[in-house]
Every structure is written in C-alpha cells, then in structure tokens.
C-alpha cells in the first residue's frame, strides 16, 4: 500500500534516521519499534502526511504522494498518541464526529465493544485516560479505511480492552487492511518489526 524509499528525518536541527525503505502491504501489522527518542512518531507523522518535513519518496500504491494526497487521506485512519477528544462531548458525541455516517446502533455498538457500555452519554471530561483512549479507538470499529496508523493505541488500556484491540486489528489485516503502530508494550499479533533504531543516527 505505502512505499518508503531513503526516508531520513530531522528534529531540532539533528539527524535521528536516514535510509530508512520498507513497504507496508495489504494485510501487514507492523510494529515499529525502539528507544525513546530514536523518532517513532516523527516517521508516524511523516507517513500520514501530519509533518511533510523529510527526505527520501512516499509512494501510495505505486504514486507519490503528493500526486494523490487527497487519496490517500481518504484511505487512511491515523490515531495519534493524544485521543483526540473533545471532552466538552459525550463519548457518543465524539465518535459520531468522526463517523457521522453511522446510526446509533453502529455507535454504541462500536463504544461497548471497548467496554464504555452504560458510558455512550457521559461528558468526555469526566472519563478517566484509559477511557479516553478507547473512545478514540472505537473509531476502528465503523472504519472503512484500508491503512490504520496507531501510535501506542495500548497505552492506559486495561487487559479486556487490550484483547478487543487486538481482535479488531487482527480482523483488520485478514481483510486485507494494513496495520501500522507503535507500542512500548508486547504486541501478542503476528507482526513485521521494523527497528527504528537500526537507522538511527543520533542516540536516543
């Protein structure tokens, strides 16, 4: 789906990695792994187009992608390491921004898959981290998009909502979607590791 070819990247006038060329393919997780600081997220908002600050060629399905962005925007789901909530909104309120096609049904349905039954209708600021985050991730479950981008979709999840995740990321791959994340915890999935730190210039 998206080629990297020589990708580098620079942060605050250093060098954290250069050469870096990999393919994510249709029904691939990958888990892009590494030391703090070595620019896991940086090449997260590389790829999704967030920070268009870097040498080397993105390629999505054999285009650049520059010459298709609007395309590959459509095709792709990216959760970053913030929720992304309103916390003002209900957790059903803040899914249906991100999904307004889907009926409730499809909403609370998507909310108590990650265990946030009973909470579709609580202001957002009173749900706890944890909470948060799987409100952000229940967007997965009404996503149509091919090519997930998730950096540390684990962190403040509990053991039950942790399965569930990787239930849907797995479902995610057999249909032929792809998969990229990072995690600072154990990824039980079958996944291609991609070290960041084997391109690293700088130390972490």
């Given amino acids: 789906m998206l080629a990297l070819k020589d990708l580098s990247c620079e942060r605050d006038n250093r060098l954290l990695f250069e050469g870096l060329s990999v393919t994510f393919g249709a029904g691939d997780i990958w888990h892009i792994d590494g030391p703090n600081g070595v620019g896991k997220t940086s090449l997260l908002r590389q ?21 298709c962005r609007y395309e590959f925007a459509q095709s792709l789901v990216y959760i ?11 957790a059903r309120e803040n899914l249906h921004h991100y999904c307004p096609a ?3 049904s499809a909403l609370e349905g998507a909310l108590a898959e990650l265990g946030l039954y009973g909470f ?7 749900l706890s981290a944890g909470q948060l985050r799987r409100v952000a991730l229940a967007r997965l479950a009404l996503a149509s998009e091919p090519f997930w981008v998730l950096d540390e979709p684990f962190t ?9 995740l990787e239930q849907r990321l797995s479902a995610h791959a057999a249909r032929g979607g792809c998969v990229v994340l990072t995690s600072h915890q154990p990824v039980n999935l079958p996944v291609q590791r991609l070290a960041l730190g084997d391109y690293s ?3 972490a």
Avoid at 47 to 67: K, Q
Avoid at 80 to 90: D, F, N, Y
Avoid at 156 to 164: C, E, F, P, R, S
């Fill in 47 to 67: 790829i999704t187009g967030v920070s268009r600050y870097h040498g080397g060629e993105l390629r999505w399905r054999g285009r650049d992608v520059a010459e």
């Fill in 120 to 126: 579709e209708d609580v202001p957002c600021f009173r």
């Fill in 102 to 104: 889907a009926d409730t």
């Fill in 156 to 164: 403040a999840l509990d053991v039950h909502a942790i399965a569930a």
């Fill in 80 to 90: 970053g390491h913030t929720p992304g909530i309103k916390k003002a909104l209900s």
């Fill in 201 to 203: 210039v700088v130390p």
